[in-house]
């Protein structure tokens, strides 16, 4: 039975207190300053997964954190949830040390981990039933709740229903909605729209901006360029453990890249030829995929002119606005999928886990991606080959 559409509740979700206040965020100096980085390091042997990071969360805002696998985005999540302690540098969270006072900054906090961990032989509303237990909330207040929260990612005609057969993206909103059953003051969340189809997405983008809208503090990691653009107020761009750029989308795109870009594609056989040609065309800078030709320009349609003034004729061409994607091309020299090297002419060449204990007497285990299964609290280079 699809999904009943549904408004959202006249009031803000996250309107709940605990039932035991652990800690206050009038202990940070800033006190809108909900978590400081500064020097933030985590090591793993030899591997340094996370490299001297600074960087501060601001109460209401959404934070991501942007970057391909192995940037160490995820180590840095895992060190914030209190789930891996910090090899160096410092961090605070709520105005808390992580290392000494976990216990009762995960009590604050809701988790969206990158694979659903839900109990599927349950009901769609024992699951939170059971995880508010685990906060030691009563059951009244779980149920009422759990009324608004499923009213909220529109699953309240599922209540009932077991999980087993949802939809992945029903079960993606399902998972939030588990995550803000204690009304955490920050929400993390870890690729939250990976492996979802377009349509799904959009549901659950929609959910997280409605939770922006109400005030939540969002924290989150993605790979997906549209996603941070849809859902950011400020990012950081990762890799190698370092972090390459910070600031709102417009604010990166503004800096580290052109108003369009061309996109050219060229057969097989005229690719190579193609591209050394295009150094002609004035632009800030060219880009050579192994499938198209990106000419980075504030004019699209006068550059696509130039392009055909070469006598080359491609055979597609497209003319589109900035994205981070470009921004993360320019920053580390290479797609945010693939890791490959790129090749760039023109001016810019350059070289350039513990399981989540939640509190005391949670069950543990672990999912794949580091957080609990029970559901509880080196830079690119650039190859000057044209």
């Not at 909605?177 to 990976?194: G, H, K, M, W, Y």
């Not at 993605?222 to 890799?239: P, S």
């Not at 453990?241 to 057969?267: C, H, M, N, Q, W």
Request: proline residues 6%; contains cysteine.
């Amino acid at each position: 039975m699809p999904a009943r559409s549904a408004e959202v509740p006249s009031g803000p979700v996250n309107h709940f207190e605990l039932s035991q206040a652990l800690g206050k965020v009038s202990d940070v100096p800033d006190p809108d300053a909900l978590i400081r980085a500064s020097g933030l390091t985590k090591r793993f042997g030899q591997f340094t997964a996370v490299d001297g990071i600074d960087f501060e969360l601001r109460r209401g805002e959404a934070f991501g954190f942007l970057g391909p696998n192995g940037a160490g985005k995820s180590s840095t999540m895992r060190m914030i949830g209190c789930v891996s302690p910090p090899t160096g540098g410092e961090l605070t969270i709520l105005g808390l040390d992580p290392v000494t006072q976990g216990a009762a900054i995960r009590a604050r906090l809701g988790v969206v981990p990158q694979e659903d961990t839900l109990d599927v032989e349950l009901t769609v509303r024992e699951n939170l039933l059971v995880y508010g237990r685990y906060f030691g909330l009563s059951r009244q207040v779980i149920a009422e709740r759990t009324a608004r929260l499923l009213e909220f990612v529109q699953l309240s005609e599922r209540a009932n229903d077991h999980v087993e057969p949802l939809s992945g993206g029903m079960k993606r909103r399902l998972t939030i909605a588990r995550s803000l059953i204690n009304e955490p003051e920050i929400l993390i969340l870890d690729e939250p729209t990976t492996g979802l189809d377009p349509q799904a997405r959009h549901v659950v983008w929609d959910r997280l901006f409605r939770l922006k809208q109400q005030g939540v503090t969002l924290i989150l990691t993605t790979h997906y360029m549209d996603e941070a653009e849809q859902l950011c107020d400020r990012l950081v761009v990762m890799d190698g453990g370092k972090i390459a750029a910070e600031g709102s989308p417009r604010e990166l795109i503004d800096t580290y890249s052109s108003r369009e870009v061309l996109e050219l594609r060229f057969s097989t056989f005229e690719h190579d030829q193609a591209a050394e040609k295009l150094t002609a065309v004035p632009a800030d800078r060219i880009e050579v995929l192994a499938d198209r030709v990106l000419l980075y320009v504030d004019d699209g349609d006068a550059a696509m002119a130039g392009v055909r003034g070469l006598a080359l004729e491609p055979l597609t061409s497209l003319v589109r606005r900035s994205t981070l994607e470009d921004v993360f091309l320019r920053l580390t020299g290479r797609r945010l999928e693939d890791g490959g090297p790129l090749r760039l002419c023109g001016p810019a060449r350059r070289s350039d886990t513990t399981a989540w204990p939640g509190p005391a007497g949670w069950p543990s285990g672990r999912s794949s991606s580091g957080w609990s299964t029970t559901g509880g609290p080196g830079g690119g280079r650039f190859t000057p080959a044209c």
